[in-house]
């Protein structure tokens, strides 16, 4: 049933969409991005991989940044150093909001708020001599495409804009919740935002969250036990302040950036990437989202 | 592997933590529960039921109404009228405060907080000529157990600590969301908050969760697409601020009360039925959630 | 230079304003009255009364009656007493907010915000048997005026309207800080808000505040320190959220209602009353606070 | 009746106080204040000076400061130029909070709490050369005071410490309100915080906001209209957290720091100084404030 030719039929069901969303503008590189493109492929866990519409053409991956660094902070720290420092509950909040932050004395809500994949740089930053160098190393092996890059361009304007992430660092600092310098932290973390990976890449990476923890290279990266507990984390907080939403429309653990990607998974099946430019005012893409929903109502698979 | 040696061996693993939580005791009537009592039960979407402890002992079952008012909702109201007076996205906020709501217009995070609750009981207030019994005989002939009743006197002694709910619903009235007469829905939802149940009734009462919308009696409830979404609700939503760590420990869509109950479901498989009165910080069963982790790790099951 | 001259000059100088704001309208009540209205009077200490305008013309006095409730209060409670319930504070936030009453547990910012109203009058409430109608002999008496009556419609329509109200109240019996019925208490606070009187009785009402605690009769109401505390209050709380502005720009302790009245002083001179029914953003009288600005001006007299 | 023996005897009932607050240990520099200083100097508008306790010594002005940089900010720009990027109304927050800055999206409530100084200050860097020099000879020039001097371990100290503040700068600049960079500003803005100045010192700079703008050079520094508006803003703002309880029991335009101590004033008549470096919770010394209301009730003077 899984087939190209289904992907296909979705994104052009979903096509029409393209026109309501907006292209995030914050920095004039992801403005720059066409709106028209659209891209889908899945990864089974056995390694077959299906594609459709612009599913080759690689685009800034953004927050699905955050998830490839909480997966290596996982395999650097015992997992209780992490839990110490950032939580593990949705934050009914804005993505970039101190306003809580503030509450909870700069204890972050969860790993996938901009607060909390700051701490994870932290940590990071702490740990490794080449933060920088690793995530991308990362982002290669579990694509095994060993040609994806990060975008310096896109990371330079994000630094340039980073007026609110380094508020939010400073903030934490003041709680001792943040032990590096913040503008070295802040490189870091926006040049993980500026990789660069296509539908086809990001499927392939995330596999191993619907693996057990296996990338497609069989070297284990995560334990059983510790990917659910990702895909937990991903199910109630990935989707910024529309987890709710995208669980009851989607049904899988997913990811999201403001490059218009989305990657989820179904345990046990595949991993699935889609790419739309133009967000919703969650931040999500819009058209992105849609192929996803429809995607688990074809299937009739979802994790409920 | 599913048996009530299983279960025997999960409680008696748990039992230990007896001692560390805290009975509710905002009101008399709970605070006389004996903290002591333990009981677990499953029941597979064929039927079977397993049991262990005090698995037959009704109990409170408090907040776990929330999502059977939320079916008999559904049942009656088109999706989208329910939608529009209350969202689908965690709060991030303690399951009683009017911040949130006063800062989102009197539209509550979702149904299984007070508010969005509370929004439920107005709709049924609005549709049904007698919702109280409504609740009740729903709650009968999902368990099959026909001496299911509710306690007038919890249901009295709530009513009379029901300042802060009071507060909620006239919120929710001075934004326009909320129809009926305050006093009226109040004695509505503390009456379906004060049927008793134990643990078989509720675990025979929610494998319809599991079981694509289809109760025990095999006369369908909600669709599958509708019974999705609510474990989509139930995982993100259904235990107040903790839905992170439950998610991330038990891994099943779940909803608690204070009354030390919770069930969760395994779609497709079976739903599951905890009880222990010790409560943790965040208002859970604290060796009821422990049970349920176990429970997950021993079965090796969980939707992630 | 104190004349009735000068106080045409000036309502001829800010008649242009009217227009530019908006006459309160969440009562019909309120919103029938027309909007052209305008008038001033003062009140010197030793009882020398100015007119201009409207100033004969009785309106709903709102708001200023939490001046008026808050000296009966303190004529019937030791200070401690009062401000044990409710705080001395700037709120910094909209006069019906829920939000800090409830992250500072029931206790209101001040005596003049919604919330800290109700307090007192849940406390006249305690200590009264009629304290509607001994709130409506107060007025009558300052005021010189035995005509001066509530507004039953008003009061009724108030009522009607009254979920907002009921939210506080019913929060603050939450935290233990109501102790009557909510309703009752309503009613009362609502009575006291349907007062009509005029400038002229307004001004004549408040002089005692300008003359350290005597009213007009002679009979002292509140010693020379309590009068200070309560001008004090006014400065730093009596116009919403705008009492650091109307602090720069009147320089006088004063109490503003969305009838369109504001009172003021200057203490051991004179108090001088407002009225002009259409609003600022802030819900104080846009041309009266601009009447009261241009008089600080003419006179060169303020507190500061 | 003003005399040294009166502000002898004032100090002498507030001595037994000493004990009760807490010196600031925020950074090393003030901790080391010595807990039993109390110093008190008043400067009529004639110039006449009266002394009592350690009035002569030195201390670290710290907030106090935030009152002669705006006086300095208002000599360089157009009183809407300074209005529009802050505001002029009581937080009811912490001093160094960020929640309210996020809600009202960078624009801080007033020119003394922190982020409203940081405003400020980033004022005076885009108008100064040298910002720090000239803040310090303004200090100099208005007590008479060449010797005044920053204590650059201090200023250094406050700077290791800056992470609050620095995330507040970031905030704001997040919101396009502040134009210059972060950390030249924090630097000049502590270096204004550790300038050290004596209770005489103190007294006689302040003398211009009792005396219609004119400094004891007798070269006006405000003008009339102005000046009033800096004491509206310092009875209403001028107390961190605790305005309103100062307008209650001292009933005058003031400023507080965090070294202990409080400047204030009766306009038309002087200024007073006290300084005693234990705080209460909210931050302003608490021997100082009760010798200020002390002094009031004794003099039978105060603004209301």
């Given amino acids: 049933m899984l087939s190209s030719q289904l992907l296909d039929a979705i994104l052009a069901e979903v096509r029409p969409l393209i026109g309501q969303g907006k292209v995030a503008d914050y920095i004039p590189a992801l403005a720059q991005v066409p709106a028209n493109r659209l891209g889908m492929a899945v990864c089974t866990v056995q390694g077959e991989v299906f594609t459709a519409g612009d599913a080759d053409e690689p685009f800034s991956i953004q927050s699905i940044s955050k998830a490839l660094s909480l997966t290596l902070a996982l395999t650097l720290y015992r997992e209780e150093e992490i839990w110490a420092r950032v939580g593990k509950e949705p934050s009914g909040q804005p993505f970039n909001s101190l306003v809580q932050l503030e509450f909870e004395q700069g204890i972050p809500r969860n790993p996938f708020i901009n607060a909390g994949a700051l701490v994870v740089s932290d940590l990071l930053e702490t740990r490794l001599t080449a933060p920088r160098q690793r995530t991308l190393e990362l982002a290669r092996r579990l694509s095994g495409n060993s040609a994806v890059i990060a975008d310096s361009v896109v990371a330079r304007s994000e630094y340039q804009h980073s007026a609110?992430?380094?508020?939010?660092?400073?903030?934490?600092?003041?709680?001792?919740?943040?032990?590096?310098?913040?503008?070295?932290?802040?490189?870091?973390?926006?040049?993980?935002?500026?990789?660069?990976?296509?539908c086809v890449d990001l499927a392939r990476a995330f596999v191993y969250l619907a693996n057990r923890g296996t990338p497609l290279d069989g070297a284990p990266l995560l334990d059983t036990r510790t990917t659910k507990q990702v895909n937990a984390l991903l199910a109630t907080c990935g989707l910024y302040d529309e987890a709710g939403d995208f669980a009851y429309r989607v049904g899988m653990p997913g990811k999201s950036g403001v490059g218009g990607g989305i990657i989820a998974v179904i345990p046990g099946e595949l991993s699935v990437c889609v790419w739309s430019p133009e967000l919703n005012k969650a931040g999500n893409s819009l058209a992105g989202t849609a192929a996803l929903e429809r995607f688990a109502e074809r299937l009739g698979r979802s994790i409920f």
Same sequence: chains 1, 2, 3, 4.
Wanted: aromatic share 14%; with cysteine; net charge positive.
């Fill in 164 to 198: 609110r992430n380094a508020a939010i660092a400073y903030l934490m600092k003041s709680y001792g919740n943040f032990h590096n310098e913040v503008d070295k932290v802040l490189q870091s973390y926006f040049n993980a935002c500026a990789i660069r990976m296509s």
